[in-house]
């Protein structure tokens, strides 16, 4: 029986330490009220003045993550279309739907500013809302730890929108 409780102790001290040790999420709303998405609390977000949201981790620096809005599309079958031409033009595109989204991911290279960008991407789509989400690394970093965390932390943002 002390064997059980003793159990019983270790394994309400493991869940209570994992809880303890995950970070603290805030909400976040779009200014346009097009969706919602949580995001860790130790990063911050602004609004550029193009209407893109940003968001960063100030203390690790190794990305940088953004989300625009594109409503211009009359219905779910004209989201659909334009998310396909995407995944033909990217061979690494993937496909995932959920309940009430659909996510097309893909990743490439570019130059921006003489350097290798990686560059990750995912279109996250609803009836006549397309959320282009792009977390930019330089492609010397991208394996590094700093920048696979950010990545972790990218996907479960863009895993948690919700449209409005």
């Given at each position: 029986?002390?064997?059980?409780?003793?159990l019983c102790?270790?394994?309400?001290?493991?869940v209570?330490?994992?809880?303890?040790?995950?970070?603290?999420?805030r909400?976040?709303?779009?200014?346009?009220?097009?969706?919602?998405?949580?995001?860790?609390?130790?990063?911050n977000?602004?609004?550029?003045?193009?209407?893109?949201?940003?968001?960063?981790?100030?203390?690790?620096?190794?990305?940088?993550?953004?989300?625009?809005?594109?409503?211009n599309?009359?219905?779910?079958?004209?989201?659909?279309?334009?998310?396909?031409?995407?995944?033909?033009?990217?061979?690494?595109?993937?496909y995932?739907?959920?309940?009430?989204?659909?996510?097309?991911?893909?990743?490439?290279?570019?130059?921006?500013?003489?350097?290798?960008?990686?560059?990750?991407?995912?279109l996250?789509?609803?009836?006549?809302?397309?959320?282009?989400?792009?977390?930019?690394?330089?492609?010397?970093?991208?394996?590094?730890?700093?920048?696979?965390?950010?990545?972790q932390?990218?996907?479960?943002?863009?895993?948690?929108?919700?449209?409005l």
């Amino acid at each position: 029986m002390k064997a059980l409780y003793t159990l019983c102790f270790l394994l309400i001290s493991i869940v209570a330490s994992a809880q303890a040790n995950m970070p603290a999420e805030r909400d976040f709303t779009s200014s346009r009220k097009y969706f919602t998405l949580k995001y860790p609390n130790d990063w911050n977000m602004f609004e550029n003045p193009d209407g893109t949201y940003h968001f960063e981790k100030p203390m690790y620096g190794t990305g940088t993550f953004e989300i625009k809005e594109s409503r211009n599309f009359s219905d779910s079958g004209e989201v659909m279309h334009y998310l396909d031409n995407e995944s033909f033009s990217h061979p690494n595109a993937k496909y995932q739907y959920n309940e009430n989204k659909t996510i097309l991911h893909y990743n490439s290279i570019i130059l921006i500013e003489g350097k290798e960008t990686m560059v990750f991407v995912w279109l996250v789509a609803n009836k006549n809302t397309v959320l282009t989400c792009r977390y930019l690394v330089d492609n010397k970093q991208k394996n590094e730890a700093k920048a696979q965390t950010e990545l972790q932390a990218v996907n479960l943002m863009v895993q948690s929108v919700t449209f409005l």
